[in-house]
């Protein structure tokens, strides 16, 4: 009987709407039927994405997207940057290595933001470079980098830039075209308000180039094979057919919500979480905050009962730490499907934790202070 309140940096909370389309009877699809929806879909996520190129829809978890982006530019024994700061940003080292290419880290400490000049340096001293890859919100840690900057650098150099906006995508102004970002991956479960199990990819023409000289073998995550079914409206394997027919549900929630309120409120929501979090007396984490997660330090090592309790008892889960951040900090986000209401009761209820584990605060401090944010709306 226990209700739930799902504050995670992924998944999110599903709307009804979306998630009633979830439990409709599986459509076929090599069906006139299912291609309408799936047309409406992609056209839809050109929007969601801003970009005038083709959005393709792939049948997998966020890091999906994320290694297609590494098998379908690289070939073995090719040079790439990777400006990592944090966890997820580790990943594209992570699957470059496994592929054989050569990274060259510009990485920086985990809360910390990617520094542009120094890819701009990276990539002077080293001219041979094939591909940029960064984070966009670094869900890890809470930050959120500066990829228009990096977008300008790039674009001068022979190298594509590849960003995992997989958690900000929908959370924060983010414009793949104007920003000069040639291959943007993300996933459902975050921003789309959307179960797990979808994961999405777009490339610039710049990018298509890197595709034909690529030499890494793939065959399931093969982008040649979903550009070709692209243009019937279908896909080249079966898709999750019920997720894309929600996922048509909350692209449609987006644009009649529009991607700039989106990103209002959104940022509206991280004042308020951020003011929670001080008026509770924890420092914030990270150098420059993004507005879906805000991360904040807890007393030594309390972090995971922090998380434990206030999903057992309550019904709340929030984000601990990753990696070396175990235990150290914990993540509250407001991305997708989450509200003034819901962060009002995340709050209440992590101050009621805080009590109970006998960290000195005084009782509705946090609130009040996000009330305060939120009130000025
Ligand atoms: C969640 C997340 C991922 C991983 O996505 P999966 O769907 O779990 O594979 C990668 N990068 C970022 C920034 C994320 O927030």
């Known amino acids: ?62 890091t999906g997207a994320m290694e297609m982006a590494v098998v379908n530019l690289l070939s073995p024994g090719d040079e790439v940057i990777v400006a990592s700061c944090g966890n997820f940003g580790d990943r594209w080292i992570k699957i470059a290595e496994g592929y054989g290419v050569k990274v060259i880290s510009v990485s920086v400490e985990w809360g910390k933001v990617v520094k542009p000049v120094a890819i701009e340096e990276a990539l002077k001293s080293n001219p041979n470079v094939k591909a940029v890859y960064t984070t966009f919100t670094e869900t890890s840690t809470g930050v959120v980098n500066d990829v228009k900057a990096i977008g300008e650098i790039v674009s001068k150099t022979n190298a594509v830039l590849v960003v995992d906006a997989i958690s900000g995508l929908c959370g924060q102004e983010f414009r793949t075209d104007d920003w000069k970002v040639d291959v943007v991956v993300a996933g459902s479960q975050k921003g789309l308000m959307l179960a797990p199990g979808l994961a ?46 929600a996922l048509q549900e909350s692209i449609r929630l987006i644009k009649g919500r529009g991607l700039e309120s989106m990103w209002h409120d959104y ?20 150098e420059v905050p993004c507005d879906v997660v805000t991360s904040a330090c807890v007393p030594l090592e309390i972090g995971g009962k922090i998380v434990k309790t206030l999903r057992e008892k309550y019904g709340v889960s929030i984000a601990g730490g990753q990696g070396v951040l175990k235990g150290k900090i914990i993540r509250f986000a407001h991305m997708g499907y989450i509200g003034k209401a819901d962060l009002l009761v995340g709050f209440a209820c992590l101050e009621m934790v805080l009590c109970e584990l006998a960290v000195k605060i005084e009782k509705g401090k946090a609130v009040a202070a996000a009330e305060e944010e939120l009130l000025k709306d």
Do not use: C
């Not at 999110?12 to 309408?36: I, M, Q």
């Not at 940022?267 to 990270?286: C, H, P, W």
């Open 1 to 62: 009987m226990k209700k739930h309140y799902l504050l995670t940096p992924g998944p999110t909370p599903v709307p009804p709407g979306v998630a009633l389309r979830e439990a409709l009877p599986v459509l076929h699809h090599r069906t006139s039927e299912f291609s309408a929806i799936y047309k409406d879909v992609v056209e839809g996520l050109k929007y969601v994405f801003q970009t005038k190129n083709e959005v393709y829809v792939v049948a997998s978890s966020g």
């Open 200 to 245: 999405f990819i777009t490339l610039s023409d710049k990018a298509w180039k890197a595709v034909d000289v690529s030499k890494i073998s793939k065959f399931y995550f093969d982008i040649k094979k979903y550009k070709k079914s692209y243009a019937t409206n279908e896909t080249p394997f079966t898709p999750p057919v019920t997720l894309i027919v």
């Open 267 to 286: 940022k509206l929501l991280a004042k308020a979480a951020r003011a929670g979090m001080q008026a509770l007396g924890l420092k914030l984490f990270g």
